[in-house]
């Protein structure tokens, strides 16, 4: 069987900048405003490359962007032709190589569910005393809001550090909350990052009356993070940031080093790390290393989904124990 291969997309939503809602800042390191927006032209450019490369993974859709409305409704600063083109376009070819999740309501301030109103605090600050009887209703409403825009989330994806305070709660707030909005008994949730560890896979968190919630980590770092404060988009730049994953000759990166210690490779990336504040040079750097990918690795690895992968993994829990991260 060859190694399940993944990619994860975190804080994408419909043209909005939730990274911009969040990012404390107005700038580009290098003196740029920093992009409120993304045309549509660059999420059909991410479409093209996953269908080129046949990418699989799991793409966020942040329900209610940055507290400036739902891509169930509207929102501030998009017109309906252009929400409801992206929607089309990750229902009709994101989907279902990438498992759709929210990541929580706002991915900024949370919100109070009774009214919509924003609470004085960000999301993780909100959930880090929380238990399940109220992150459940809160997560329960996130995948509600996905379901009622047309979508089919399957998991959950933690916006910064959320829950990671109240871990267990949380696991058991989303295998409540998968069931509850959505009739799913098996789900899986995006919250650590893993590196720098041998084995490093999927785990069980959850399984009791017939569900199962599978933990999957990210195992590299995001690679492309530093084109949103650089304007370099040439192909030196783009080559240098696809060897940080895979150099050209396919012999090392972060994901030779994971398959070596047999784990599975897992990239972690962000919708605005492909934006690029505008220039879209991340984009560049994916498709480079999905080439490369499938230039070196063909005969190792496969591209799997995060519903994929969880399936996978609760077929058989008991070869997927979870690690223990206090050592
Ligand atoms: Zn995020």
New binding site residues.
């Given amino acids: 069987m060859k190694t399940p291969i993944s990619l994860i997309i975190?804080?994408a939503a419909p043209v909005v900048s939730v990274y911009c809602t969040h990012a404390g800042r107005t700038a580009t390191m290098d003196g740029r405003p920093l992009a409120q927006y993304y045309p549509n032209s660059l999420f059909f450019r991410f479409c093209d490359i996953a269908e080129r490369y046949g990418l699989h993974g799991k793409f966020?859709v942040v329900p209610m962007p940055g507290n400036l409305g739902s891509v169930a409704g509207s929102i501030e600063g998009v017109s309906g032709s252009d929400l409801s083109a992206w929607l089309e376009g990750v229902k009709q070819r994101l989907s279902p190589a990438f498992s759709i999740c929210p990541?929580m309501l706002t991915?900024n301030y949370a919100v109070d569910l009774a009214t919509g109103a924003a609470l004085p605090l960000n999301e993780q600050e909100w959930a880090s005393d929380k238990d399940r009887t109220a992150l459940e209703p809160y997560i329960a409403k996130a995948l509600s809001v996905l379901r009622d825009a047309g979508l089919d989330p399957t998991g959950v994806?933690s916006?910064?550090m959320f829950g990671i305070e109240v871990e267990d709660e949380y696991a058991a707030a989303i295998s409540g909350a998968l069931l509850d909005a959505l009739g799913k008994k098996t789900g899986w949730f995006f919250l650590r990052t893993v590196t720098g560890r041998p084995k490093i896979r999927p785990w069980v968190e959850v399984k009791e009356s017939g569900r199962i919630l599978v933990a999957i980590p990210a195992t590299t770092h995001d690679s492309f993070w530093c084109t949103i404060d650089d304007p370099r988009t040439g192909p030196e730049f783009v080559s240098s940031l696809a060897d940080r994953l895979i150099s050209k000759d396919g012999k090392s990166g972060e994901l030779i080093d994971v398959l070596d210690t047999g784990g599975w490779p897992v990239i972690l990336t962000?919708w605005q790390s492909l934006m690029s504040n505008g220039l879209g040079t991340g984009l560049s750097a994916l498709e480079e290393t999905a080439r490369r990918i499938e230039e070196h690795l063909s005969d190792r690895v496969e591209w799997k989904s995060f519903a994929s992968i969880a399936e996978t993994v609760a077929a058989s829990p008991e070869d997927f124990p979870k690690p223990d991260f206090s050592r």
Wanted: proline share 11%; charged share 35%; hydrophobic share 10%.
């Fill in positions: 975190d804080d966020s990541e991915h994806t916006p910064w962000h």
